[in-house]
């Protein structure tokens, strides 16, 4: 009995510790400003390519998301493509491949 | 019979243009809305928006060129789309979709024929000025001529040519259009790694692109072309650890004072200085962030420089004879862009995440106006209808 008291207590708790685990409404406002205007310098702001490859959902499929994670991580050596990991944490990376993978929208 | 005939020829202006005065375009220009694929015509005798034009599509990275009587402006989107602008009209003239992604583009000297450089597929497309009628396509191939390179850098040269620059293939190319249909091209191989963007000395002399791949930049002098590409400042920054560079420089702006030239510097936050009397490194000035476009003011000993991510909020003033930066603004998120008066008196500057433009005095280096605009990007006054290469 007391046990399961225990659970139920930690349940909004580890509620929030997942609501960490994305950026917030504003941030990710921000993610999305970043990804079409800054990315896109080198992607084309609507992502179909520029110096960079295109970055839509059907360029990217079938490239898996660890991939991804670690190249706009790292970036990738000896091209133009920046370790943005100065600029972003983990959280906020994951997301934005997330969003690539499922194709952003052209408002 | 004078004032009759004034009359006549006013009356026609009214018909046609729908303006009320008559007016030059000394002192129009354009700024790109990249967002939303509209321009603004602008003026910048009382720093006002004359006219807004849409429909231009994906204008990220978009840049324009002028027609040598400076009404229409030539604008090259990031989607492959040509448009050409009547500035008086505020209206497009004509607009063709000549790609699947541009870059930039270039007028000849004659002012008959539009050059395009595009990524995809790689090479450079070449249009009648006047009808945008294609005339001539050069495939930029390379290896075994079955893979294509993208194209940056292109300029026009005197004489009749267009220069540009192979980003996977390390190469530059000369264009003589002579015969526009026909395009005569010399190939110079092997100038270096990855050259990302280029400029031609407004003398119409030496043609230089920077290397993103390895250090110093390859420099093809066109009044002895027979000498081929020659490297300068080879070993700039050797051994030293790059810092991320989160947008590519610009090198159109590049600003030469006298005989020296201000560059920036490539995963540094450095301006270079080159001496021109024997191309060698004169200088390198600690600056605020990555530089982007490093541009003379036309009339001083001032160059003025922007920076990438995360320093993008900031421009600093260098004096072209001490080497200091003697003055650093912050005119607000994101300044993408800047274009000087053709007298230099005062700069426009973008400030896309604020969407508007900037207007400072270049002297008290106070801001005096500002315009609303929607992320504005690109700043083309239509004096750059009169300077070789740009």
Not at chain 2, 56 to 66: E, N
Not at chain 2, 107 to 113: A, E, F, M, N, Y
Not at chain 2, 195 to 212: I, N, Q
């Amino acid at each position: 009995m007391f046990l399961i008291l225990i659970v139920l207590l930690s349940l909004p708790v580890m509620d929030v510790v997942a609501d960490s685990s994305i950026p917030t409404a504003k941030r990710q406002g921000e993610l999305l400003h970043l990804l079409r205007h800054d990315c896109g310098s080198c992607h084309g702001m609507t992502l179909q390519g520029g110096l960079g490859p295109a970055l839509t959902q059907e360029a990217l499929a079938g490239k898996p998301m660890e991939y991804l994670y670690l190249t706009v991580r790292d970036g990738h050596p000896d091209t133009p493509m920046p370790p943005w990991r100065g600029l972003l944490d983990d959280t906020e990376i994951r997301w934005l491949v997330t969003q690539l993978m499922q194709g952003v929208q052209n408002p | 019979m004078r004032s009759d005939l004034l009359a006549i020829s006013l009356s026609g202006l009214l018909l046609t243009s729908g303006c009320t005065t008559l007016r030059g375009t000394g002192d129009m220009g354009i700024v790109v809305e990249r967002a939303d694929g509209r321009v603004k015509v602008v003026e910048h005798t009382g720093n006002t928006e004359l006219a807004s034009i849409s429909g231009l599509g994906d204008l990220s990275h978009a840049s324009a060129v002028y027609s040598r009587d400076g009404r229409y402006a030539y604008v090259f989107g990031r989607d492959g789309g040509l448009t050409k602008i009547d500035l008086l009209k505020g209206a497009i003239v004509k607009r063709v979709m000549q790609s699947g992604n541009s870059i930039g583009g270039a007028i000849s000297q004659d002012g008959k024929l539009i050059a395009v450089s595009n990524y995809e597929p790689g090479g450079v497309n070449i249009f009648d000025a006047e009808s945008l009628q294609l005339i001539a396509e050069i495939p930029a191939t390379y290896d075994d001529g079955t893979a294509r390179s993208k194209v940056v850098g292109l300029v026009d040269a005197p004489k009749d040519r267009f220069v540009f620059s192979l980003y996977e293939a390390g190469e530059i190319w000369v264009a003589d259009v002579t015969q526009p249909e026909n395009p005569a091209i010399t190939r110079y191989r092997d100038v270096g790694k990855q050259p990302y963007d280029a400029l031609l000395t407004p003398d119409g002399r030496y043609y230089m692109a920077g290397l993103f791949g390895e250090d110093g930049l390859a420099m093809l002098d066109l009044w002895h072309p027979e000498r081929g590409v020659t490297r300068i400042l080879p070993d700039y920054g050797r051994g030293e650890e790059k810092l991320p560079v989160y947008k590519m420089p610009h090198l159109e702006g590049w600003a030469i004072a006298g005989n020296t030239a201000f560059v920036p510097a490539v995963g540094r936050y450095e301006v270079l200085v080159i001496d021109f009397s024997n191309f060698s490194e004169k200088a390198r000035i600690p600056v605020h962030g990555q530089p982007i476009f490093v541009m003379a003011q036309p009339a001083s000993s001032q160059v003025w420089v922007n920076f990438a991510m995360p320093n993008n909020d900031t421009v600093q003033v260098i004096d072209t004879e001490t080497f200091q930066v003697i003055k650093t603004l912050k005119p607000g998120p994101a300044v993408l862009h800047m274009e000087f008066t053709p007298r230099g008196e005062r700069v426009w500057m973008s400030v896309r995440d604020d969407d508007r433009i900037a207007v400072y005095d270049t002297t008290s280096f106070e801001q005096t106006t500002q315009l609303p605009v929607d992320k504005p990007s690109g700043i083309f006054f239509s004096t750059r209808a009169h300077n070789i290469g740009l």
